[in-house]
């Protein structure tokens, strides 16, 4: 017999919730975590955006994940005691060339049934965020929100414990062997735990575990994300988020400006693909940069109102060049029947959406439901 029901490769957000999910059905679960520590990795280096859904393609996982997240994350956080707000989100044409992508995210967010979408003049805008540059229209999102993502890790790492689910830390996962019932999973040093159902929920190194299991047809592209942060008194210039619009081919949705949980403002994040799944390096863009994207939107904001304020990797699935901003939430058991199952792609809004995808994963993969 295998000694757990579920291994969960992959500390994050993601991984945690899933974990959390088949844990709370009864399974016994462990999660395997080659860092010492939970969600060392995206899911404390992000935005900490709960995402509405709004701008994510329709038709897509990733947008069904993400509405059905932020619905989740809002009912899931307090009762975590994790800090949550539902601050909204502002989403800036600042000049007319822009105004067509908005109203295209406007029927996005009705396809989506995203609720709470309302057209802005730039002096209701304002109103919203007084030191925002005037603009030629935005759209006001009630739903999108922030959560200490740091917290959330924090909160779902305690209440697996609570649940009786082991965490096996500085578990760097190198092999897997299939058994007569189950999965031999092992790193490098010897230690092995086994496992009947397997989630590789491995990040920007799902691709690299997915081969361990024999599927070696997958990519993800590591893609940086840099922050700075407003210090001094310009902190008080953003209340909520504000979104504008990046270059067309731009591998994301964009430098953004967002007011977290704890009251910093990040300015961030960028998008460059990198070589490794580890940052480069910071910081790797200058505060002048930066202060050169916010000011368009905060005008009066220099570098000397800037620190750097660290980076992220993104697990993106798109490659360099595709002019394509996301790919897809991708989930699935290859090949069918082996008993495990990878997540491809969970870049943003993977953390809006985990408590919405480990649902999806419990609902398909039923394990320890008596
Ligand atoms: C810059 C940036 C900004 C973002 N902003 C937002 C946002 O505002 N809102 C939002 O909803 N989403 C955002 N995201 C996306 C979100 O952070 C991720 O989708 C989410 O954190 C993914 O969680 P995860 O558990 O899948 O991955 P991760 O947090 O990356 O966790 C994967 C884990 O797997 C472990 N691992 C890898 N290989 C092995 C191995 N061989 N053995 C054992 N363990 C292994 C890693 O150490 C890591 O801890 C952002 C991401 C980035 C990078």
Redesign the pocket.
Known sequence: MPAYDVAV????????AIARAFAQDGASVVV????PG??????T???????SGAFTRPGTLRARLAVEGNRRMFDEAPRLGVAIERCGTLVVARVDADVPRLWEYERWAAANAVDGVQRLGSSEAKEIEPALAPCAAALWVTSGGRID?AGLVRALDNDLARLGADRRFD????SALRGDSGWTLSTRLGESVEAELVVN?????AA??AGLFGSTGHRVYPCL?EYARVVGEKRSWLRTMVYGFPPPGYPGIGVHLTRTTSGDVLI??TATYIDSMDPPPLPHTSLATFAELASAYLPGLTERDLEPAG?????KTVPPGSGEAFGEFEIVEEPPGSGVVH?FG?????????FATADHVRAHWPVGRT
């Open positions: 490769v992959g500390a994050g957000v993601v991984g945690l395997l975590e080659r860092q939970p969600g060392r990795e995206q899911s280096h992000n935005s900490g955006v709960v995402h993502a578990f760097d996962l190198a929920s491995a990040g920007v190194r690299r575990v994300g961030g994040p980076a992220g990797v993104r697990a997540l969970f870049e943003s809004p993977g953390l809006t959406a985990s």
